[in-house]
């Protein structure tokens, strides 16, 4: 007797269901990869704004750590030490500057504050700075850093 099983390869079935799936696995490849180059972007810009923010955090722990005390204004958007070192933010041109140094650019906002505390029976005088560096909204550097001036 004749064997009456069919040996015509792959089926209709078989072919859509691997069509499907092939479909499935390039479009996650795709979104994966899309969202990893996306984000290549991001870091790149982002170290571009970092170096501004590491000028303006290095120029500051040195006259911090330099001074007893600070003066902060937050309407004029100044900081004075009691060495006479000025730290400045002009809007128009979005920079900070150290005197007359500029050391830090597109900065976008700028606030400062200052507050003496006591631990301990030392007097402490504390200087906060709320800095925004960047060009657009994904590629900001936005930090709040408070820092300690000189107390011994």
Do not use: P
């Not at 015509?8 to 691997?18: A, D, F, M």
């Not at 490849?29 to 810009?45: E, R, T």
């Not at 955090?57 to 000025?86: M, P, Q, R, W």
């Amino acid at each position: 007797m004749k064997n009456l099983k069919s040996e015509k390869g792959i089926t209709l079935i078989e072919l859509i269901v691997y069509v499907l799936v092939m479909t499935i696995v390039v479009g996650i490849m795709a979104g994966v990869s899309n969202f990893f180059y996306d984000n290549l972007w991001v870091v790149k810009d982002g170290a571009k704004y970092a170096g501004e923010f590491d000028k303006l955090n290095s120029n500051l722990i040195v006259d911090v750590k330099a001074n007893k005390h600070v003066v902060a204004n937050n309407i004029d958007k100044t900081i004075i030490f009691e060495d006479g070192t000025t730290y400045k933010y002009n809007e128009q041109d979005e920079g900070i500057y150290r005197g007359k140094n500029k050391i830090a650019a597109n900065v976008k906002a700028f606030s400062v504050s200052n507050k003496t505390i006591i631990i301990n029976n030392v007097e402490k005088d504390i200087l906060t700075i709320k800095v925004i560096i960047g060009n657009s909204s994904k590629n900001l550097i936005n930090k709040q850093i408070d820092y300690t001036l000189k107390y011994w």
